[in-house]
């Protein structure tokens, strides 16, 4: 019966790690939840969207300006005195009127303005298009930021999983040990010393693996948020067979390069100084005149009133305008000059942020190319140290048995084995995050870079 069973459990097993693994989120995922829900991923793609609009609302300023103003009153009025002195042979001294009246008046005016000419409307859709394309380019660095964070939480959570896993083991084989050394110690072979070393080292193994245990739940929390709340499941791990390979190209002045010409807040830098330019252009514009075509028909009616009182046929009063309007200004505080001193502190201040953007890419690129290259070199010597320290594992475990090598040996060499295996895990993950932080900083990391990580996920 058991051997009957044996297959099908092999086979359940099998079955329910194919379902783990086809269940589990990989990095593709994650990235894609983020991309719904990070929050200030969400305020990028909003300030772009805010941003295209400054083109159609500069447009409009340039556009014919119609509009309707109307009013309705009720009107208490009262008239006492002489009045229409000389108007006419009839009246030569005029009239005497004492008369108080109330009505109702209404009146509206429908009015066309036309910009001919303002050189600050036509400068605001220059500014427009820069504010437009820099909003994009922050787009896609939040873009770009975004990614890098979810490769890096991500990792850290195989990271933390990794540590349960390997603080699991260790006291798994400290215990082993220490199994051994109560048996010796009871027939007299070891020392108490020996025994106590064992429970020391368990104790510390026990205070590792509760530490571990609380990493996994603050890496799942913090991808979590990275993701905007959403739930994370099980993680694809990386394949055993991954190994990091050198950026291409293999030369940190190519890099650097790239970062001080391609890095996108460099390009937003740029862009920014372009504004600042155009805003020193505006604020000189408000010296120049402007220029504006106007018609306007005005129409009002009034029920009662003085006119209404005195032999007037109608109450009624119309008036078409057409012509253009001239300003041009001459003194205005000192607000003109003001604003050529702030556009001109801006452009300073523009120009320094993107020379301080420029050396920070710089910077950001020769820290990640300098880790690309040393991590690579140091996932190679972990590999070596792995096979190192397992043999020397091996070595001491067999002088443990026939007593030429103490417990403490052996827990040392435990103990190195399994940091050994740690880093190895860790450095691995480090090159992948660290290659990509090498092509952000250069502006040229893609959603292809994340497909390719997400190639080497199982």
Known sequence: MKNLLRPLLGGSLWLCAVMASAQADDLMLVYTKALDGNPEYQSAVAGYQQALEAKPQAWAKLLPQIGINGDASVVNQSLSGRFFVGSSPQLPNGTDINREDSFNSVGYQVGLTQVLFDRGLYLSLDTAELEMSRAGLLTYDAQDQLRVGVVDAYFAALAADDEVRFATSEKSAIEAVLAQTRDKAAIGLVADTELKTAQAQLDLADAGLIAARNAVSVSRAQLSLLTGGGEVGVLKTLAETYVPGPPEPN???VWIERATTQNLQVKAGQ????????????????????LNALAAYTYDYAQGGISNGIGAEGNRATDERVGIQ??????????VNSGIRAAQAGLTRAQADEAAKRNDASRRVQIAFLNCSAGIAR??????????TRASEEATRVGYEVGTKTNGELLLALRSR?????DFAAAR?????????LRAAAGSLSHADLLNVNSTLQ
């Open 418 to 422: 399994y940091k050994a295996e740690r």
């Open 379 to 388: 996932v190679q010597a972990l590999k070596r140290a792995i096979e190192s």
């Open 429 to 437: 993950y480090d090159a992948i995050t660290n290659t990509l932080r």
């Open 271 to 290: 862009l920014a100084v372009q504004l600042a330019k155009k805003n020193i252009d505006k604020a000189y514009g408000l010296r120049w005149p402007k």
């Open 251 to 253: 030369q940190i002045g």
């Open 326 to 335: 001239l300003r041009v200004p001459i003194y205005t505080g000192g607000a």
